[in-house]
């Protein structure tokens, strides 16, 4: 391997990999503005920042696994309207459009008593185009897995032909199914609903999504089933398959945010951290519309992956999912401790990619630069995306950069030891003697122009604040040079520093 192709299969910052005389970085304050400036001459050089290891924990003990009941059914009878008044909040994306659920969106729910694993499905079709046929597959999937599925069914058109294959695929693949008729809205809607009786599941649960009408005798009869274990439980228990936090450990995991525009491989990187295809991959723009949680263990801890629907401008979401997605997205990523920006290396950095990133910078959380499709550049071409991340990225510096190939897994493994690092740095505490001890230091390196900072004490950390008390306030510039001196003493690599200046008299 050549020296030139070595520099790319390392994770680096965005400073080391394009290193200029002058330095561009950034100071990261929740009063001031984000200003680009120069490295004060004299100032530390940059070294590399050591990657530590994050810290290994033992596995958990094996709890057993909560019972999942699954949603399904074609496409538009009401299925997500059906999850979202089981879990009492909207959390599935409703719209009278058909295909609008296509990944399948778990989440904890309990009823009498008992909790269960609630999975809302995209539509089950029996014929399709490439993209149905995705949606459909994950469907099955979680269809296998469950201890209860509710087929949901739309009363006011009775049994349609895809009722119907849903119907003998649903027969053929379990035994624990409840017929679920939607949509009747009063006494005179029972009797067509008792049409569904034909399709040789059962009787039908009678009720109204909408308006909660029997959805509470229909969970009675879900958690009655739910007493002795399915089949297919006991299969997910023996394959290790365990998708509850409360089977991991009770510590709470670490959220970390997949985030991006649109057809940047988010959910190709997903899948291919998780194991399984959990989502759905297409080339169609704006595939993912939920933002979809899975747990897993790694050797940085328990981390809960959220893959979030592609972001862009709020002037080109041209309907509703698409909106209600972006704003899903949002409330992950601000939620989340670690944010992966991913971009696509084949296109280099837009500035829808810059606009986004800022966003992603304003959440507080570490960030990660991740350069998706790297395998598919020349050399030439890497180069020129480097200097161009540097350039347009300037105030991410602090962020580690890792070249990868979601599809064939090329620098992925390097992803878990940075995200590791990251959650460390992002909890770190620093003790007030050693932090007045690095100011004393850094002041006597650079002093202040027309200021003196007196101390300082690190109020918080997610992510590390740190308030100096100054006779006057601080140059923009630096602010810079103190949260560039404080990330090397103190070795905070890529999460951000919250600098806070208080006015103090110096008598």
């Known amino acids: 391997m050549s020296e030139e192709t070595e520099v790319f299969d390392e994770a680096e910052t965005i400073e080391e990999a394009h290193d200029k005389p002058a330095r561009l970085f950034h100071a990261y304050s ?117 201890d209860v599925v509710l087929f949901v069914l739309d009363t006011t058109t009775g049994i349609t032909g895809e009722d119907s294959d849903v119907a003998t695929r649903l027969r053929r693949m379990t ?57 297919a439980s006991a299969e997910a228990a023996d394959d290790g398959t365990d998708l509850s936090e409360s089977s991991l450990d009770g510590s709470k995991a670490t959220a970390v945010a997949i985030v991006g525009r649109p057809n940047v491989g988010k959910s190709t990187l997903f899948n291919r951290l998780v194991g399984e295809d959990r989502s759905v991959v297409h080339d169609l723009p704006g595939t993912t519309r939920d933002a979809i949680d899975t747990l897993i263990e790694t050797e940085a ?4 992956l959220v893959d979030t629907a592609g972001m862009r401008r709020r002037a080109r979401t041209g309907d509703a999912p698409e909106y ?82 979601a599809r064939t897994g090329l620098g992925v493994h390097r992803l878990i030891p940075i995200v590791g690092e990251s959650i460390e740095a992002y909890h770190r505490r620093i003790p007030t003697a050693r932090l007045n ?17 007196l101390y300082g004490v690190q109020g918080a950390v997610d992510p590390p604040t740190v308030t100096l008390f100054a006779t006057r306030r601080l140059p923009p510039t630096y602010m810079r040079y103190l949260e560039r001196f404080l990330r090397e003493r103190f070795e905070l690599g890529p999460t951000p520093i919250d600098l806070r200046v208080r006015i103090r008299s110096s008598r």
Not at 49 to 63: M, Q
Request: glycine share 8%; net charge negative; with cysteine.
């Open 301 to 304: 801890g328990t981390l809960q």
């Open 175 to 231: 035994d624990r199914v409840i017929v679920v008729a939607n949509k009747v809205d009063s006494d005179r809607r029972e009797l067509d609903a008792w049409e569904f009786a034909g399709l040789g599941l059962g009787e039908p649960a009678m009720i109204s999504a909408l308006h909660g009408r029997g959805v509470g005798d229909l969970l009675d009869d879900v958690v009655a089933r739910l007493s002795e274990p399915s089949s």
């Open 437 to 453: 001890e690095a100011l004393r230091a850094a002041q006597s390196a650079h002093p202040a122009p027309d200021a003196r900072i």
């Open 30 to 146: 929740t009063k001031g503005a984000q200003v680009e400036g120069s490295l004060p001459e004299g100032s530390p050089a940059k070294d590399s920042l050591p990657v530590r290891p994050p810290a290994v924990r033992p596995p958990a003990p094996r709890t057993p696994r909560l019972p999942i009941v699954v949603v399904a059914g074609r496409p538009n009878v009401g299925k997500s309207t059906l999850v979202n008044r089981i879990a009492g909040k909207q959390i599935a994306i409703v719209q009278e459009t058909p295909g609008v659920t296509r990944d399948r969106l778990e989440l904890t729910c309990e009823w009498a008593g008992r909790e269960f694993l609630l999975i809302d499905t995209g539509g089950l079709l029996e014929r399709g185009d490439s993209l149905e046929d995705k949606v459909t597959e994950q469907s099955l999937r979680a269809v296998k897995t469950a």
């Open 324 to 405: 209600y997605s972006l704003v899903r997205s949002l409330r992950a990523l601000d939620r989340a401790d670690v944010a992966l920006l991913v971009l696509d290396a084949t296109e280099g950095v837009t500035h829808q990619d810059q606009r986004l990133a800022e966003r992603v910078d304003a959440s507080g959380s570490p960030i990660v630069i991740l350069l998706n499709k790297w395998d598919l550049l020349d050399t030439e071409r890497r180069f020129a995306v480097n200097e161009e991340v540097a350039e347009k990225l300037a105030f991410l510096g602090y962020a580690p950069v890792i070249r990868i190939s």
